[in-house]
Each structure stands twice: as C-alpha cells, then as structure tokens.
C-alpha cells in the first residue's frame, strides 16, 4: 500500500512540475525565449516543441494505457530532465538545476513503482514483490 502512495505521490508531482513548466512557456513566452538563449539554444522553434512534449509525457504517464508509451515517456522526461540540469551546469546557474533535481527524484519514484499500483505492467519496471519482470518468451 506504501508503494502505490508512493507511485501517486511522485507522478502527481512530477506532472504537476511539467504542467507548470507547459504553462509557464504558454503565459511567459518572452521570459522562456530569453532564459533558453541565455542558455545557448534557438528558442523560436524549440518553445512550442516543448510546450507539446511537457503536456503529451505527463499525460502518457498519467493515461497508462500502453505501457511500451508509457516508458517512453519516462525516457524521453529523463532525458529532458537530464539536458536541462545539464544545461543550467554548464552556465553556471545551478539553482537552475534544481527542478530538474527533484523531477529525477520524482521520476524514478514513479518509474520504479508504477507496477504495483497499475494493473497494465511495464516489462522494465520493478514487480510489486521489489523483482524485475522476466519475460520467458525472450
């Protein structure tokens, strides 16, 4: 019962982070155009990639209705996640870095116990019991 906590606590967090991030690009355009410049990347295309990207992961996390999409998600926020505290380092800004911090707590929290409160289970994830999933027909 503490891991499903644990699994809805961590991917309501880490949703709520990317959700905010998603409105915050949406209301605070300019402000999100000069910080990715600041940090060295061509804002006028990447903004509304990421606007998509940070409101369609959350939502194949939270949907859960494929699990092979649903680990992809978890990738591709793990890599966006890793860039960006990255990218705030590599500036010298690693207060910037702190969201990122906590969305990697968040999502291994959630990645790793995502199969003991979902019934659809992910074949890399960790089985309720604290195992790995073994799929024979490998």
Known sequence: MTTTYIYWISTALLSLLYFASAFLYITKGDFVRKAQADLGYSAPL?????????????VAVLWHFNAALSDLAYAGIFYHLILSGL??????KPKGAIPAAAG????VASFTTQNAARELQSPYSLTPDG??????AR
């Open 46 to 58: 990447l903004v509304p990639f990421m606007i998509v990207v940070k409101l369609l992961g959350p």
């Open 131 to 136: 195992g790995m999933v073994i799929d024979a």
């Open 87 to 92: 990218a705030h380092l590599g500036v010298r």
């Open 104 to 107: 990697l707590i968040f999502l």
